[in-house]
C-alpha cells in the first residue's frame, strides 16, 4: 500500500505563486513516475506536469514556463512550483505516483485562483 499526501494549495490572485508538495510512503518503488494532474468543475482530470526517477519531466502547453516540476528522491516527495497563476489554472490538482506495480493517487488539493 502506497500513501501520498499533498499540501500546499490555497487561494491566490492571479500573477501570484504557490507550490504544492506530495510526499508518498508506504512500500514503494525506487522507479516511478510521479506526476500532478488537475480537475476543473465540470472537465476531465488531466496532466499539469511529470517526472521520472531519472528527473526527466514533461509539461502540459498551458503550464509550460509557468510551473516546475522536481523531486527529492530521499523525502519521497514531489513540488509544484506554480508561478504567474491565472484563473483558469483553478482546480483540485492530484499527485499520482506509478510504476508497473501501482498507481496511486493522493486525495487531492484546491487552488484556487482569483482575479
Known amino acids: 500500500q502506497v500513501q501520498l499526501v499533498e499540501s500546499g494549495g490555497g487561494l491566490v490572485q492571479a500573477g501570484g505563486s504557490l507550490r504544492l508538495s506530495c510526499t508518498a510512503s508506504?512500500?514503494?518503488?525506487?522507479?516511478?513516475?510521479k506526476g500532478w494532474y488537475r480537475q476543473a468543475p465540470g472537465e476531465q482530470r488531466e496532466l499539469v506536469a511529470a517526472?521520472?526517477?531519472?528527473?526527466?519531466?514533461n509539461y502540459a502547453d498551458s503550464v509550460s514556463g509557468r510551473f516546475t516540476i522536481w523531486r527529492d528522491n530521499a523525502k519521497n516527495t514531489v513540488y509544484l512550483q506554480m508561478n504567474s497563476l491565472k484563473p483558469e489554472d483553478t482546480a483540485v490538482y492530484y499527485c499520482?505516483?506509478?510504476?508497473?506495480?501501482?498507481?496511486?493517487w493522493g486525495q487531492g488539493t484546491q487552488v484556487t485562483v482569483s482575479s
Open positions: 517526472i521520472t526517477s531519472a528527473g526527466s519531466t
Open positions: 508506504g512500500r514503494l518503488l525506487s522507479t516511478n513516475v
Open positions: 499520482n505516483e506509478k510504476t508497473w506495480a501501482y498507481d496511486y
